[in-house]
């Protein structure tokens, strides 16, 4: 009855009476199986109407309704707008706008809804339409040309602005925004997240228009202090490294970048708060490292992981926990990883020179693979610190060598334990970290550059392993792991037999068998 009430040649009273029904319905029944055939239709017809609306608050309330619709869509559906209706919202969105920016705000919703619909993570995915990524690119120029706050302003959250238009009335949402609902500021911080979700969903096929604005954003987030970049300016540039990556597996345009991002990251890392940009931080740093083409490049990248190293070496605890550590943890030891799997001589010089040498190193190593989930970072933790206690056990320095192998070996029967673990224990676990995203940020997954960091922890050679989906052949990595573990092990046997023959002993019944299945 409402897709008959909301079509083309009804009146325009009896289409505006159908927003006010429709909304409460969804609110109440918005899990209702009948949605499923209905949102498409109605998405369609409330964007016709679109077109005979002049009042900014009837704009509003209907613009509200698609992005409602379309964020229930994006969960199960594949809505796919038609270019017409995008070049409505597109000249709606050019249109003067004398009160609160609602409708901006409103338009920015729908067009992030929309490309949501594009996330790489789904299966099967809609690819995002020439004609959507075209406006939405329309709409982040103009949001960076005219909207852009001054840096005064400083650091902003844009989650009133995000959450402005899912509100019923345009008045309440106009009271959310608070002081920003007279200023540009909340648009520009939308703008960005709609740039954040185009990152993430388009193809690398289609980046050409992308490409040449990242010189540009690299130049705008330079001049400014560390203390007043945006929210997501530094997610902004790690998925356009991700992109950089794709179109170029060797990342040569990304060379000549490599100072203006390592002031950024430096920037940031020197702040005492250890919030989302000192974490993205440690991202960029693990994609340049990893792709640092010459010494000079390596040599700019380390200049900011030695004094990590320092740090690391000298003031963490593995018996604390880890929020007791100065930076992120987590994100730190994938840089190490990172260190080991693409330049593993230096990695090695560089870890046996701190406090506690190579065997030292090692033991943290391992003590941080305790604190650490993914399969992927855990595998790369343990195949750096094996490097190090074999590096320890050849140098003859002191320590108790024994001790750190069997604390690996250890870690070792831990991490398959966990890699065995099949069915639905993994698969709810799964579940429920892209239930957390999609709740809090209702942008698509951030599958490439998820992808590339958990690629930049593993030599080149095991790329193959990595999905498209930003998930990793889990089993593969283990098994590389585990060939590493014989190759050494089969090392200390031909210098020690007896050495060799207590550690095996030692060892869990999984690690035995792994050990028995790769050869040894």
């Not at 730190?332 to 001589?345: D, E, G, I, K, N």
């Not at 056990?393 to 060598?401: E, L, P």
């Amino acid at each position: 009855l409402m897709q008959t009430f909301l079509q083309q040649g009804c009146p325009k009273a009896v289409r505006l009476a159908t927003l006010g029904p429709l909304r409460e319905l969804l609110g109440r029944f918005s899990d209702h199986e009948a949605w499923a055939q209905a949102q498409g239709p109605l998405i369609d017809g409330c964007l016709v109407l679109l077109n005979d609306l002049k009042a900014p608050e009837v704009q509003w309330r209907c613009l509200n309704l698609v992005h409602l619709f379309l964020c229930e869509e994006a969960e199960s559906g594949r809505h796919e707008v038609t270019e017409h209706s995008l070049q409505r919202l597109l000249a709606l969105w050019r249109q003067p706008d004398a009160g609160e920016q609602l409708i901006c705000l409103a338009l920015l919703d729908v067009l992030r809804a929309l490309v949501l619909m594009s996330c790489r993570s789904r299966q099967p995915r809609l690819p995002l339409s020439p004609a959507l990524l075209a406006c939405c690119l329309g709409v982040v120029s103009d949001c960076y040309s005219q909207h852009r706050p001054s840096e005064a302003s400083g650091p902003r959250s844009a989650h009133g602005a995000n959450s402005a238009a899912l509100l019923a009335d345009a008045s309440i949402a106009a009271g959310s925004l608070g002081d920003q609902g007279s200023s540009s500021a909340t648009v520009f911080d939308s703008g960005v997240v709609l740039f954040l979700a185009v990152l993430r969903a388009v193809d690398a096929s289609q980046a050409a228009p992308l490409v040449g604005f990242f010189p540009q954003l690299l130049v705008h987030y330079s001049q400014q202090s560390s203390g007043a970049l945006h929210d997501g300016a530094l997610d902004l540039l790690l998925e356009y490294c991700a992109l950089y990556v794709e179109l170029a597996p060797g990342a040569e345009p990304l060379q000549p970048h490599y100072a203006s991002l390592l002031r950024l990251c430096h920037g940031s890392l020197q702040r005492t708060e250890k919030d989302r940009n000192c974490e993205v931080s440690f991202g960029l740093l693990q994609v340049l490292l990893a792709h640092a083409a010459s010494p000079e490049a390596l040599a700019s990248v380390r200049e900011l992981l030695a004094p990590l190293l320092v740090i690391f070496a000298s003031s963490y605890n593995p018996r604390g926990p880890p929020s007791t550590f100065r930076y992120p943890l987590h994100p730190l030891l994938q840089v190490f990883c990172t260190w080991h799997a693409r330049h593993p001589q230096d990695f090695l010089h560089h870890f046996s020179s701190v406090a506690g040498g190579a065997l030292g190193s090692g033991a943290l190593l391992v003590a941080g693979c305790r604190v650490t989930r993914p399969i992927v970072a855990r595998a790369s933790l343990l195949a750096a610190a094996l490097a190090l206690v074999e590096a320890a056990a050849a140098g003859g320095g002191t320590g108790d060598v024994g001790a750190v192998w069997r604390e690996l070996l250890s870690a070792t029967s831990e991490l398959l334990v966990t890699a065995q673990r099949q069915g639905p224990p993994a698969l709810l676990m799964q579940t429920l970290q892209a239930l957390k995203s999609s709740l809090a940020t209702k942008l698509p997954m951030p599958t490439r550059s998820s992808a590339e960091l958990q690629a930049c922890q593993l030599p080149r050679t095991l790329r193959s392993a990595l999905r498209d989906d930003g998930t990793a052949d889990e089993a593969a990595v283990v098994r590389w792991y585990v060939g590493l573990l014989v190759e050494s092990l089969r090392r200390l046997g031909s210098r020690s037999a007896t050495d060799l023959q207590a550690l095996v002993s030692g060892a869990s019944e999984q690690v035995r068998s792994a050990l028995q299945a790769a050869g040894l």
